[in-house]
């Protein structure tokens, strides 16, 4: 995990239910967003330039990531 990802603050959605199954947001400083799993902070996450977090987070709302 690098520095900028590493020492950043980060947040769960406000839809969150308060468990610990959620997923964790960053807005970094190089102008990316930081996804991480809240049970494993210290783990990988993943990077998205703001085009892929706002066609990412679309397709949520859409409806288009959902498992049939």
């Known amino acids: ?3 900028d ?3 950043t ?3 769960k959605s406000s839809f969150s239910q308060g468990g610990s199954d ?3 947001v ?3 400083a190089s ?3 930081g996804v991480r799993d809240s049970k494993c902070p210290s783990g990988p996450s993943l990077t998205f330039t703001p085009g892929q ?3 990412f987070t679309a397709s949520i709302w859409a ?3 959902l498992g049939e």
């Open 1 to 3: 995990m690098n520095d």
């Open 5 to 7: 990802v590493a020492h």
């Open 9 to 11: 603050r980060w947040f």
């Open 22 to 24: 959620c997923v964790e």
């Open 26 to 28: 960053a807005f970094l």
């Open 31 to 33: 102008g990316e967003v």
């Open 53 to 55: 977090w706002e066609a």
């Open 63 to 65: 409806g288009e990531l």
